[in-house]
């Protein structure tokens, strides 16, 4: 069965129903399953000694479970393996007088999820959610704020690049859409190359049947970038909200300094590699990132935007692949090897065997792409 037209017919007989699920299902399940994503646990084994982070969540569906991780401070994590509802993780903060849920997730039932779980523990008023950044796994869950008269905040070029990127794809023609991707699998040299486009494939597949089977909701309270830092006042509960350069080009964190925790969203992967693939992604721009979240206290607690709640080795681990990557892609350099196909040389460490790849070519191609066209190079 064609996934575009199951998952219109689905549309069409309800949808939240089953077999609407079960299209998505299949399609999620072609994603992971050629990105041979593992399930990971919810916290990274440094936290496990950490007072501050609750062992036992308050709730757990499998595809997501929300554990607190400070005073008012709460993380969903999810769990892919297990569902396709959040996909990214996001949390909440709960103050005295009001709360703020972070990410829209990738469907209206995962931000539904989270508001759920937060109000299991307060039910104090909303002051606003946020999406870390623009992607389609953090924003297509937004018409759950919408619905609920929730002001969504985002970086100022979050909506605009939702339109640009999602909005586009509605009732454009998939075969048109896939067809050179398709090529590019066929014409792959390498079955190293060959395999690497067929990930690119079943990723860029999910974004296209994802984008067209959701009503798409754009945040309403633009942030600009320049007038960062912004305090946020919960009662009791002080949210910094501070932006970075490196994933997206609408990166947004939030921080809670006087209790050492972070939502890093996507600038920060845990036990993963750098997803790359944005237009405004930049390497130079991330690791500098990164070096500053190194800086923060030895015992910051980061919530990430995919994988594992971590501390400060989830950075360094994270800093570390960067300069693998780079060390390697120098010595391809150096050697004549030209970007595109160093893109696909690049060999994962036996020390970096359990680090999961979200697909090769959202993750460490573009990463070798942009370090040589930083370096100047082809
Ligand atoms: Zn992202």
Redesign the pocket.
Known sequence: MDILNGAREAVNSGLFSRRSFLAKSSYFGAMYAAAKLLPMPALAAELAEDSRVSQTPIVDKGFASVRKIGEGLYATISDPSKGFQTV?NGGFLVGKDSAMLIEGFISVAGAAFQMDALRMVSQVAVKGALD??Y?F??SMGNAFYGANGIPLWAHANAAKRIVESYGALQGADKAAFLGPLEKAVKEAKTETARKHREDYLAHVTTVFSVSNSTVLALPNRPIDAAKLPMKVDLGGVTAVIESYPG??GTDIIVRVPEQNVVYA??LLFSGMYP?CF?TQATVSGWRQTLKTFASWDNDTVFVP??GPVCGQEGIALLRALFDDIEEQGQKMHKAGVPAAEAADLYVVPQKYKNVGIFAWDFAIGPTITKLYAEWGAK
């Open positions: 990214c870390t950044h992607h796994d953090h994933h997206s969203g996507d997803v944005d935007g995919h």
